[in-house]
């Protein structure tokens, strides 16, 4: 039984996988528990927002409970109140539990989804920018307003997508 401050919530053996294998991938060496909680504060900061998708799950097997933290609990229930009639609709959930296994996988792909959009970089594919800074502290010498690199980076990179952006909407036109 979960102490104060926790709750239990049970899970078909189908959705504990899939949310390990999302753990393993993102966040290795973290408990289940633990990727739920950072997965709600990813998705109260609006880094991705949890979507439905066309999913069908199987639901056989027994329950296994997992203990979560009582707000990662209470965020489900609120998504259950705010979310419930359109679940019971697309997929025929009519209860609390199928609700959290069918809103665990919609966040799990979303937030796949998300990182499809996403560029993924090393450190080394910023020579270049690194090369472009250097260049920048030489024109500007020891003036006051020198940017810090992390600055430089800002600007010199928003920059980047403005022109890629006028770019596209000339190539469309």
Known sequence: MPGKGYAS???KPAILTKLQETTDKNYPGM?????????????KKGY??????????DLSGNYNTITIRDDVNQWFETNYEYLGEEYEQ??????????VSYFIINMLESKFNSQTHAVNLKESDF??????????????GNFEDKLS?????????NNLFEKMNN??????M
């Open 127 to 140: 020579e270049w920018l690194k090369k472009e800074y250097q260049k920048h502290t030489m024109n500007y």
């Open 9 to 11: 919530i049970g899970l």
């Open 48 to 57: 991705y927002s949890v979507e439905s998708h066309n999913i069908r799950l």
């Open 149 to 157: 690199f992390e600055q430089f980076a800002d600007r010199y990179i």
């Open 90 to 99: 697309k997929y025929r959930v009519k209860c609390f539990t199928k609700f």
């Open 31 to 43: 408990f289940l528990p633990s990727t739920l909680i950072i997965m709600m504060n990813e998705i």
């Open 167 to 172: 770019v596209k909407k000339i190539l469309t």
